[in-house]
């Protein structure tokens, strides 16, 4: 993997850990680095994540926060969880909830919402709705796709529902941004509601 000299280190030190657990699913710093921008863009907001981890994304989001702006994760996994609240300890803005990633409602709406651990609708569960999560104008990002190379995307040979679900969503403006080779994230805004 890459490395990038402007790491923050809570993302490192998640990454050790991670590496530790044999757990090879950490945010790459590219993504993390467009984190660290998006946050930097919510002052005094609320930014929600699904799929804790070991909190590497969570570091790079917590990075470029600005002073005011608060951070939700949740994470399913209790080892990941508990590793991950021990590294953010310290870090008062930053609460880690274990549990499902429907749990996260409770803090809606959100600014920016990072979806990494739930609510894509990749498996068999249904995507979120993202107007029920978001603010006016908030911020979606959904982790962990391979960079397109034809419309319509593929996986697997078919066409790839869950990516097209959120390029085509009618509430969203939404792009794919390809980050690294091999490594794609799709980031969207959600509308406005004519006549607000
Ligand atoms: C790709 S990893 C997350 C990486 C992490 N965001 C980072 O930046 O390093 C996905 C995580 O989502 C968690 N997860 C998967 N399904 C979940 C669910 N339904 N609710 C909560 N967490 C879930 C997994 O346990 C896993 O730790």
Redesign the pocket.
Known sequence: MTEYPDEPELARR?VRA?GRAG?G???HPAQGRLLRVLAGGVAGGTIG??????????AWLAAGALPGTTLVS????PE?HAAAAALFAGVPNVTLLR???TDLAAAAPFDLLVL???GQGKGAEPPLAPRDWLRPHGTLVI??FTPMSSWPPTFEGEPDEARLHWLRHPDLLATELRLAPGVATVVARLTTLPGT
């Open positions: 998640a991670a757990f699913r950490s945010c994540e699904t799929g804790t981890g070991f909190g590497a994304g969570l949740v994470e399913r996994d990941r549990g499902d990633w990494d651990g739930g982790d962990d």
